[in-house]
Structure formats: structure tokens, C-alpha cells
Nanobody, 116 residues
């Protein structure tokens, strides 16, 4: 099993920046992909960005050029650097991982609010 804990959410003004982090523990050697998802009130959870063991990244169109996903070489931490934040980025952000046994794990989520 993989246990995920997110950090770094909070309140930020439009145009500001925020960095989210996710610490992974457990069977991290089995991780194949890690990513960030978000869920705004009344909306479905959506992909924000993912990164694979080959460091191939994928971003939602809505965050391309503004968000950057990165990971530690040991796969024990995942980061999301967010800049030029917009009110539409307001959501609960979840860390996600998939393993080589096709299991999926989620963190508890961290709230990001973009408001003046």
C-alpha cells in the first residue's frame, strides 16, 4: 500500500503562486505514475497533471504554462508549483498514485482558494 499526505494548500490572491507537496510512504517502489487532481464544489474530480517513471508529464489544458509538476528521484514526494492562479483554480487538490499492480491511492486532499 501507498500512503499519501498533501501539504501546502491555502488562500492566495488571483495572479499569485502556491506550491503543493505530497509525501508518499509505504510501497513506493511499486509506483508507476503520480499526479494531482482537483475537485471544485459541484464539479467532478478532474486531472491537473501527472508524471510517470520516465518523467513524461501530462497537463490539463487549463493549467498548461502555469503549473509545473515534479517529483523526487526516490518517488517519495511530489510537488505542484502553481503560478498565475485564477479563481477557477479554487478546488480541493488531491495527490494520486498508481502502482504496477494497478492499484490507485489518494491523499486526503488540500484546499486551494484563489480569491481577493
Amino acid at each position: 500500500q501507498v500512503h499519501l499526505v498533501e501539504f501546502g494548500g491555502g488562500l492566495v490572491q488571483p495572479g499569485g503562486s502556491l506550491k503543493l507537496s505530497c509525501v508518499a510512504s509505504g510501497t513506493i517502489f511499486s509506483i508507476t505514475t503520480m499526479g494531482w487532481y482537483r475537485q471544485a464544489p459541484g464539479k467532478e474530480r478532474e486531472l491537473v497533471a501527472t508524471i510517470t517513471r520516465g518523467d513524461r508529464t501530462n497537463y490539463a489544458d487549463s493549467v498548461k504554462g502555469r503549473f509545473t509538476i515534479s517529483r523526487t528521484s526516490a518517488w517519495n514526494a511530489l510537488n505542484l508549483q502553481m503560478s498565475s492562479l485564477k479563481p477557477d483554480d479554487t478546488a480541493v487538490y488531491y495527490c494520486n498514485t498508481e502502482t504496477n499492480s494497478t492499484n490507485t491511492y489518494w491523499g486526503q486532499g488540500t484546499q486551494v482558494t484563489v480569491s481577493s
